[in-house]
Each structure stands twice: as C-alpha cells, then as structure tokens.
C-alpha cells in the first residue's frame, strides 16, 4: 500500500508545485472563498513585516493569525510553498494512517460481534468486507490530497492547510491511543482556532472506550480519566499561551486573534453564514445574535456526544462538519477536512437518500461563487444578495449531507440490532421514517 | 422537509419523475420557448419608469444654441482630416484649447494578432485627444464623458463638431457639479481601450500607450455619439456592450424621456415604438426588436464605443444618428439640446446609477423586461437537464436486471473511473487545441497554404473543430475493451451535470448567450444514448452543434435586420465572424471565444462520444 500512496502524493505535490508556478497562484490567493482574514497570506506576510520592524504585529488590524505561527514563518517564509505543500502532505498521511488503525479496529470490533453471534441473521449484507476496507484509507488520502477545495486553499497559502494538519495529527494521536499526545495536539489546534475545542469530547470518549473506562458518571474511574486529560489539556494550553506571551511580550495577541475569531468584526464575504447577517444587522442587537451564532458551533456537541457516544470517530467527522459550516471565518479548506472522511462512510451509501440532490447543489454553487463575485464587484450588475443566496445554499447543502449522513448512520446501526428487514406488529414490511 | 425524510412520498416522485420523465421534458421545453416567446407582449412586459430620484423630479432646461456653428466646425475638422489623412490631432488641440478646456492626448499603438479585413487595419498607431471641463461648483471628484469616434472615412465628423460645440457652451455655464471629459477617440474600440486603461492604469491586454497626463473624477457615465449627416430623421440608442453586458435601465429611461420632451423619433435596435401590440404585426415587430437584442448581447461584443466603458462599472450608451427617408428631420441643435438635458441631468446625480435595473431585455424602447420575467424561461430548459441526470442517477442506483443465466457481471456494476476520465480530459485537450492553434499556427499556414493570415486563422478554427469529431474513435483506442452500459451513462450523468452547470453560470453573466446555447444544446443532451439510430442522430448533433448555431445566427440576425444573404454572402458573413470573435478576445478581452473553445464544445464533444459508445 506504501507505493499507491507514494504515487499519490508525488501527484498531488506536482499539481500544487505546478500551479504555484502558473499566474493563476496570484488570482486564487485573493479569493474570498480562500482564504479568511485570519488564513490569508498577505496578512501573514504583513505581520512578518512589523515584526522585522519590531512592532508588535497586531499594531495595524491587519494580522489576526497566533504568534506560534508567525514565529514558524519567521524562519521559513522563504520555503513558504514548501510548508504549506508538507501540510498537505502531513495531513494526508495522518488521516491515511488514522483510518487504516480505526478500520483495524471496526474489523475486529465486528469479528467480535460475528462470533458472539450479535447480529441479526438478515443483516449479514450489512458486515463490512476487508477486501472493500482495504482501500478506504488511499481514498481518505486522495480525498484530501487531489479534492479541489484543498489544492485551492494550498496554492493559496491559507494557513487553513496548517490547521488541518494539526487537525489530522490530533485525529491519528487520539487513534493510536496516546492521550498524552492527543491532548498536546488538541491543544495546539484549539490555540490556532477555538473551535476545535469540541473535539475534547469524542476524544476523551474514544480513549475511554479504548481503555475499557464505561461512561458512566457515578464511576470513579470515569471522573479520573476526565481529570486526567482535560489537566494534560489545560495544563498544555497554559504552556502554548505562556509561550506565545513571551514570544511576543505583550498580550496583544488573546483579543487579536480570539476575540477577532469571536466577535466578528471583520465583515468580508465568505462562504459562511456570518458576514450577511452582521453587516444588516441594527447595532444594539449585535451582542445577542453574536451569542446565538457562536453557541451554535459549541452548542451541537451535547446532543451528538450523548447519541454517538459508542462511535466516537463518527462524532469526530460530524464535529468537523459542524465547525467548518458555523465557524465565523470559513474557507473552503476547512470543508476539505472533512470532505476526507466521506470514503470511511462509504458503507453507509445504501442509506443516504439525498446525495444526488447535494451533490448537485455543492457543484452548482461552487461554480457560481466566482461567477456572481464577478457580477456583484466588477460589473456591478448583481448585488452582495445574489452571492449570500449562494452562500446560504451552499450551507443547506452542507448541513443536508452532514444530517443525511447522520440519519444513514443511526439508520444502520438500528438495523444492526433489529434486522434489516422490519416488519410491523402484523407482518407486513415497516419503513422507517425521519420525523 | 416532509418530502425529503418521508420515503413513501420521496419513492412516489421519483417514481413519478422517471415514469413520466420524457414527457415532462417535452413540456418543459416547449413551455420555456413559449415563455421566452411571451416576453415580447406587451402586456406581459413592464413600462419603464425612472428610479433615480436626482434625475426623476428636478426640471432642466435646454438652450443649447448654436448647431448651425457646430456643423461648421464639423465641415473644418473634415477638411483638416482630409488634409492630415488621418486624424488632425494639432487642430484638435488648438480648438479645444480655444474652447477653454485643459487639453491632453495619449497616444497608442497595437499590433493586432492578425490582420483585421473589415477594417483593413494591422498596425495600429493613433493619438486620442481629450479635453477636461474642470466643475466650477465642486470638488472635481466625479466626472462625466462624451465621446465621439473619429474614423478614417468621412463619416462620424458632425459628431465631432457637435462635441466641440457642445464644449463651448457647456464651458459658459456655471452649474457644472463633476467634471466634464469631450474624447475623440482614434480607431474606435482600440483608442478607447487604450484611453480607459490609460484613466485607470490597469493594462489587461497588452497595448502601448502613453500615461495620460491630466484625470478627471471617477467617472459616473459615458455618452458615444455617432453623427453622420447635417440632419437626422431618428436617433437610435445602442446599449449592448462587451461580454453582454448592459448599462443601468435609467441611463435608457433618461434617453428616451429626452426624445419624448424634445420631440425626436427614438428607436432601439433601429425599431421604432408602434402602438398596435394587439395585432400579428405589432407582436411580430416587438418580438423582431427583442431578438435583436438577444443576438446582439449574445455575441459578447461591444456594439459601440460605449461598450468598454462597462467593464469599468461606469454606465454608458451609444447615440446615433440616423438619416432615412422620412419626413420629419431633426437638426443639430435639437440633438445639442438634447445632449444638453441629458448630461444636465446627469450631472445631478448623488450617485452612482444604481436604483434601476442591470439586466434586462428591451422589445421597446418604452417596455422592458427584467431578471424576474426572463429567467424561468432559462430555468425550464435547464430543469430538463437535471430530470434526465435525475433519471440517469435512479437507473444506476438502482440494481442492473439480472441476466438471463443470472449472472451480473460484477465489472458491469462499477464502470472504470478511466473510461469516463478519458473522454473528458480528450475533448478538453481538443478544446485547448481549438482555443490555442488558430493564432499560434497562422505563419506555418500561411507558408503551406495560399490564404491570407485571417483566412489562416478561420480555416484552422474550423479544421480543428471538425477534427475534433474524430474523437470518439481515438478515445476507443487509448481505452480498450472498456465501454459497458453503465459507462456510458456515468458519461452521460458527468456530461448532463456539466452543461447544466455551464449553461448556469453562463446565463448570469450573458443571459442571451445562455439562452440560445441552452436552445440547441438542452434538446440534444436530453436524448443522445448510443442506442438512438446513428446517422440521423448525427446528422442532428452537428446541426446542433456550436458551430452550426453561429451559422444560423449569422443568417437569422441578417434576417431579423431585413438584409438577408444569400448563402455565398452567408458563408463569408460567417467566416468574418469567427474572425471578429477572436479578434474582440485578444483585443478587449470579450470572453465568448474561450467560452465556447475551452468548455462548451468540449461538453459537446462529450455528447458526440456518447452518441459513438462502443
């Protein structure tokens, strides 16, 4: 499997290095579908520029990125294209890794189940093969790696590529069993973004099911292991935060960068929800619906960790989701992410009911995207409504290939237990219906 | 969202819209051109009205004098141009001057890809001279622009004298508010390119030009006139510009308010207005003015010297004069004072020309038609492509019949990601090769063969387009053995997506242009399947295809103008119309030419591989 991989990743360096080269590297860098305010490289570079200068780099309102980052930049801004491409290329391979250890550990989990004879007798169509597991994780990794979205937000140089690397680095960590290093690497990407700080809770439960630690709030054991790891989170978060003073020497950067991430002032168009609503908005409302939008990404957690709590990895894909459609700065690279995982879940293809409909609704949009940016700012014909009708459709989309992969998800879990083939009280063949 | 979750009803309309999906198809197309048809009634149409409130409600006067005077200029400037044999930039200079007006001039060179033969011109070499009237009553950040085009012929020197005229009086008055900018442009299209790129130092195609040394404002609107006779019998109002693009309803609305104050006989697309919109006849003339404009916005080129202006966000028009046989004439100073009213009112603006519409389309030049009434036309022909992907999707999804021996082939089941990568990547290159050889291959051609350079470039455009056709055959070699019935239709499904998508974006941007692509494109995506009767259906896809679609609008649009062709004058018409087409991309960047080479013939091409599936 070493060589398929390989190829893959030689291909996809090609593309970037080729592109990176082309006029069109200059084009993509300005899209606002690219990059946000925080990922942009220009603004990077700007930050770069003060700090060369000795001023602090959030002086100007133009830098919203953390100080690690500008620290790394600072030693390797002229092997800039090379960073981001070893973040593609990092990220992949994590993820790649990550999803050949959990179908490992699905596999074995079923055999398990197999010969305990849990499952109903009409479900064996349902049991997973190892011969169509085998290439799950080379697609998670050609998902990434050759899905437009990505190549995009590389050849851009959004430092989005270094989150979701950090991202995937913390996914293979947490599945490899290393609290320890789940927890640093959870840490760093909380510290880059915020939002990932709901990943706490599918990691904490992913390494108790590893550990054979029952959720189960009136056990001890259960209490520890969460002492445990939210003080190996913490304590790691202080240190990053610390760090970060000192590089600096000033705490410039905790409203530059967090509070620029929570209170939204910059209004850009973006492919999120955020930038429409704020800039129609009266300003004494402001506040509240900031609160309303942000417990949004947060809020879906409880609800998810308590219905997928045996699945924790599901929860992870499903986080993700969650995150790249409500945070308050999304870019395109930030779907990429968990686009990737959509070849785990291949198995549930039976189940999805609207994946057509979708599909054809997140090509459309994003072939309109540059099409109506083009009518609303240089020709001037369209107006800033044409493109958040895109931008709203393209979230429906989203959130209905997130909740149809939920929905098949429960969906076979259910006929796991019950059978495939239900039947009412009087015999006759039942459907299962969403409402 | 019943219908989404609920399975029972999800399978009762799908089973219903791939039961019923050809006729439904059917329906939708006829229902789309029926609509598309509608739009030219009247009643179905709206009246234009005014929405800028700064040029709605304030009263202008008009007293622009002096027409006489400025025919006489006119007949001066004609006697230097011929002195000059080109255009007389130094007695431009000293008469602008005189005029009271800050004079400059840019000067411009190009070399055209290939030489241009309706024009006759290759090395390009002009001066543009412009004159600034600074406001007297404000900080000079806005201006306006009147423009006329000085061509090499003897036609178009009453518009310059009108505009010098027209410098004169307006330099007397005091109410000015923006600065006003009078440019005679060299060589049309080309010197106001040069001259627009020059105002706002942005260098798209590659011209030589000099740095313009005095600016106005930001401009706010733009005015072309086109003058070439002492009196005139109506004065047509030309919007279209580059890429389809057309200038905010109100600049037209202002126009033909004027007309209708000062008595002046207005058309559109050369039309007049007629009243009897419930006779076969006034329909028929209605529906002659709207496809006009269809065809002109669809063929993506500026119609005027207004036309570039667009690109820069700044509104603008084309007024010209047109001297026919009818009684009732109008002399200079009528078309002066309504010059004067116009820019009066302009020069009223707070803002930008935004209230009013952008895209529309005009069967008069009283109604006019918006986004809202034209775009379920294009919608219904779109559907049609997304209830054949709908059909295609829910026969692949569903599990293949089994076979007699009941046996399915399992590579029956999943079709090679290749076999359907090929084609796709095949017609892109042939498209890459139909955008790219024409130009690049002009000297081998003209070496090899006994034709002129444009003829060179036209004759290798259409060589590679109908190379192109081999394709299906050279696909088949490079993937043997593949071409199962579940191929094919993953083929198809890509392709449906893609045009649809194409057809889409392009109809945003160009809505005429969308519209006739989707015309020919929509019927022959809905029914091409290898199994259809080969040869007939091959005979229909060229017809449809492209190419075969400009060759009828060359005839259809001469038609619509009441000059018909023969087929001879046709065929040379269309020849000559490729060549502008490349010609209007590498000059100014109209985008029709890649648009058509690099994605929609190739989706065609997808079309025609399916048509040959092996």
């Known amino acids: 499997m070493a060589a398929p991989l390989t190829l893959l990743l030689i291909v996809a360096v090609t593309i970037r290095a080729v592109l990176f080269r082309s006029s069109l590297a200059e084009l993509i860098a300005e899209r606002v579908e690219v990059v946000s305010p925080i990922t942009a490289w220009k603004r990077v570079v700007e930050g770069l520029a003060l700090l060369d200068l000795g001023v602090s780099p959030y002086a100007g309102d133009v830098f919203h990125e953390t100080p690690l980052i500008i620290y790394l930049f600072h030693f390797v801004v002229d092997y800039a294209e090379i960073t981001f491409m070893l973040a593609d290329v990092i990220t992949a391979v994590a993820l790649y890794m990550a999803v050949k250890d959990y179908n490992k550990q699905v596999f074995r989990k079923q055999k398990f189940a197999l010969e305990a004879d849990r499952y109903p007798h009409d479900c064996l169509e349902l049991i997973r093969s190892p011969r169509e597991m085998y290439y799950i994780p080379l697609k998670v990794a050609m998902f990434y790696l050759l899905n437009p979205f990505t190549i995009l937000s590389c050849v851009a140089k959004s430092t989005c590529g270094l989150n979701n690397a950090v991202v995937a680095v913390f996914i293979l960590t947490t599945i490899k069993g290393n609290m320890l290093l789940s927890a640093i690497f959870l840490c760093l990407a909380t510290y880059q973004s915020i939002y990932p700080l709901t990943l706490c809770a599918p990691a904490m439960l992913y390494l108790m099911q590893r550990q054979y630690i029952p959720v189960n709030f009136r056990r001890a054991s259960f209490w520890w292991f969460v002492v445990q790891y939210l003080f190996m989170y913490l304590g790691s978060l202080f240190v990053l935060i610390c760090l970060s003073f000192f590089l600096l020497g000033s705490w410039d950067y905790l409203p530059s960068v967090y509070g620029f991430i929570l209170s939204v002032p910059d209004l850009t168009p973006n492919i999120g929800l955020f930038w429409y609503f704020f800039a129609e908005m009266f300003e004494h409302f402001r506040l509240f619906f900031l609160c309303v939008f942000q417990i949004n990404v947060f809020f879906y957690t409880i609800p998810l960790s308590i219905k997928l709590k045996e699945h924790p990895v599901f929860l992870i894909f499903m986080q993700l989701a969650v995150i790249s459609i409500f945070k308050s700065y999304p870019t395109v690279g930030d779907i990429a992410l968990y686009m990737a995982f959509l070849p785990v879940w291949s198995h549930l293809h039976r189940f999805l009911r609207n994946i057509f409909l979708v599909s054809c609704v997140l090509l459309a949009c994003s072939a309109l995207f540059p099409v109506l940016w083009h009518l609303w700012i240089y020709a001037g014909s369209a107006n800033s409504n044409f493109y958040y009708a895109i931008t709203l459709l393209f979230n429906v989309a989203q959130i209905l290939l997130v909740s149809d992969y939920f929905y098949a998800f429960l969906r076979r879990e259910h006929h796991l237990t019950y059978g495939l083939y239900l039947k009412r009280k009087d015999g006759s063949e039942a459907t299962l219906v969403l409402k | ?614």
């Open chain 2, 1 to 614: 969202m019943g219908l989404l979750s609920d399975p029972n009803r999800r399978r009762a309309l799908i089973s219903m819209l791939t039961r019923l999906n050809a006729p439904i198809c059917v329906v939708c197309y006829m229902a789309g051109v029926a609509w598309f048809m509608g739009l030219a009634f009247e009643p179905f149409t709206l009246r234009t009205y005014m929405s800028e409130n700064a040029m709605g409600s304030t009263m202008v006067e008009e007293r622009f004098p002096s027409g006489e005077r400025a025919l006489a200029t006119a007949r001066e400037f004609a006697a230097h141009k011929k002195k000059v044999g080109g255009m007389p930039v130094d007695w431009l200079v000293k008469t602008m001057e005189a005029r009271g007006l800050e004079v400059f001039t840019q000067r411009f060179s190009r070399t055209l890809p290939f030489p241009d033969e309706n024009k006759e011109r290759y090395m390009v070499k002009g001066t543009n001279v412009y004159g600034i009237l600074r406001a007297p009553r404000a900080p000079r950040t806005e201006a306006l622009v009147l423009t006329a085009p000085c061509s090499p012929d003897d036609s178009n020197n009453q518009a310059v004298g009108l505009l010098l005229g027209l410098a004169h009086y307006f330099r007397n008055q005091i109410y000015w508010a923006k600065d006003i900018i009078f440019l005679v442009n060299d060589h049309d299209l080309i010197g106001m390119q040069a001259w627009l790129e020059g105002y706002h130092h942005t260098n798209t195609t590659g011209m030589d030009w000099s740095p313009l040394q005095g600016r106005g404002g930001s401009i706010q609107a733009a005015l072309t006139l086109e003058l070439s006779s002492d009196v005139v019998t109506s004065l047509d109002l030309v919007l279209e510009g580059l890429n389809g693009q057309l200038p905010n309803l109100d600049l037209a609305n202002l126009f033909y308010a004027f007309c209708q104050k000062i008595g002046v006989l207005c058309t559109i697309q050369g039309k007049l207005q007629r009243n009897d919109w419930d006779s076969v006849s006034g329909y028929s003339h209605a529906v002659q003015t709207m496809m006009l404009m269809v065809m002109k916005q669809a063929s993506g080129r500026p119609w005027g010297d207004h036309g570039l202006f667009l690109r820069y966000h700044i509104e603008a028009a084309t007024i010209k004069g047109i001297n026919s046989f009818r009684q009732f004439k109008t002399d200079a100073t009528t078309i002066g004072r309504l010059l004067e009213g116009m820019y009066r009112k302009l020069n009223n603006l707070l803002e930008r020309l935004h209230q009013s519409y952008f895209f529309y389309l005009m069967p008069s030049l009283s109604h006019f038609v918006s986004i809202g009434y034209y775009m379920p036309a294009f919608g219904l022909l779109a559907v049609i492509l997304l209830l054949r992907a709908l059909d295609l999707w829910v026969q692949l999804a569903s599990p293949p019949p089994r076979s007699e021996d009941g046996m399915t082939d399992v590579e029956e089941s999943s079709p090679g990601l290749l076999s359907v990568l090929t084609p796709l990547v095949i017609s892109h290159l042939t498209g890459a090769a139909l955008y790219l050889l024409p130009i690049h291959f002009q000297e081998m051609a003209v070496e090899h063969f006994p034709v002129s350079e444009t003829e060179a470039v036209v004759l290798t455009a259409i060589a590679v387009y109908t190379a192109g056709l081999a394709l299906p055959h050279n696909t088949h070699r490079f993937v043997s053995g593949e071409g199962t019935e579940q191929g094919w239709r993953v083929l198809k499904l890509v392709a449906l997506l893609y045009l649809a998508v194409l057809l889409g974006c392009t109809a945003l941007i160009n809505f005429s242009l969308g519209f006739i692509l989707a015309l020919t494109l929509v019927p022959l995506a809905a029914f091409i399947t290898p199994h259809v009767p080969k040869v007939l259906s091959a005979f229909i896809l060229v017809i449809l295809s492209p190419a075969c679609t400009l060759l009828f609008s060359v005839f259809f649009f001469q038609e619509l103008q009441e000059m018909p062709v023969s087929f001879q004058d046709g065929w040379v018409l269309y020849l000559s119309v490729i060549s502008q087409g490349i010609l209007d991309h590498s000059l100014y960047g109209s985008l029709v030419y890649p648009l058509i080479s690099l994605l929609v013939y190739p989706c065609w091409l997808l079309f025609w591989n399916i048509l040959f599936w092996k």
